[in-house]
């Protein structure tokens, strides 16, 4: 299947300094990333849509200002967690739509996840 | 509003056969996702539906009715290692959305010697 690969798999960091996860598609193009967040026992929530080259599409609730996503290009997209409060702990997950030769029904492929702790 | 349904927990024995049910009700359609996941691990891709009927892989099957708003994971001759999370997502279309996913809240399943 298509891969995604997601960077740093852990981090811990600070409160009150900055962290960037990054999401890669590494055999395929995606012009559309989505980044989730799951806290322990629950399901993922969407936090936004990322496109290649324009502006992410943040869901209600989701401070633009704190967690800022960049597309810069077909197969890179990262977010980065700013002024980190333990609050933001939690495992990130990006996902990309796959539109590989081969690969039918626009599926939607995962990275591995990043979890954040900050202290 | 958006709204998926799937069984909290589910338990069953090894080599026997579980079917996991998910129902929906979503502004739009544009195809349903099954997911594994294992306790702190991302989801992996188990199937994807867009037509009525069933889509057969392996061990796991995934039947779609849309006129039902239905959809059930078959697991058969199940294995230790299939004790994990399933979850059901539908992706829809509406307003500004690029037809990310809505999950439901996932079915934790526990296969028993």
């Known amino acids: 299947g298509a891969v995604v690969s997601q960077h740093p798999s852990w981090v811990i960091c600070k409160s009150g300094t900055s962290v960037k996860i990054e999401c890669r598609s590494l055999?395929?193009?995606?012009?559309?990333m989505f980044w989730y967040r799951q806290f322990p026992k629950q399901s993922l929530m969407l936090m936004a849509t990322?496109?290649?080259?324009?502006?992410?599409?943040?869901e209600q609730g989701v401070e633009k200002d704190k967690f800022l996503i960049n597309h810069a290009s077909l197969t890179l997209s990262t977010l980065t967690v700013t002024s980190a409060h333990p609050e933001d702990s939690s495992f990130y997950i990006c996902?990309?739509?796959?539109?590989?030769?081969?690969?039918?029904?626009?599926?939607?492929?995962f990275g591995e996840g990043s979890w954040l702790t900050v202290v | 509003g958006q709204n998926i349904d799937q069984p909290t927990e589910m338990t069953a024995t090894e080599g026997a056969i579980v079917q996991i049910n998910c129902t929906y009700q979503?502004?739009?359609?544009?195809?349903l996702f099954w997911y594994q996941q294992h306790a702190g691990e991302a989801p992996t891709f188990l199937s994807y539906?867009?037509?009525?009927g069933l889509e057969e892989k392996g061990r796991f099957s995934s039947f779609l009715s849309r006129s039902k708003g239905y959809s059930y994971l078959l697991l058969k001759e199940l294995q230790m290692k299939d004790s994990a999370s399933y979850l059901c997502?539908?992706?829809?279309?509406?307003?500004?959305?690029?037809?990310?996913?809505?999950f439901g809240k996932g079915t934790k399943l526990s296969v028993k010697p």
């Open positions: 996902s990309a739509r796959a539109y590989p030769r081969g690969f039918s029904g626009n599926t939607i492929y």
């Open positions: 539906n867009v037509l009525d």
């Open positions: 990322s496109n290649e080259g324009s502006k992410a599409t943040y």
């Open positions: 055999d395929f193009q995606a012009t559309t």
């Open positions: 979503t502004s739009g359609f544009n195809g």
């Open positions: 997502a539908v992706r829809h279309n509406y307003g500004g959305s690029q037809g990310n996913l809505i």
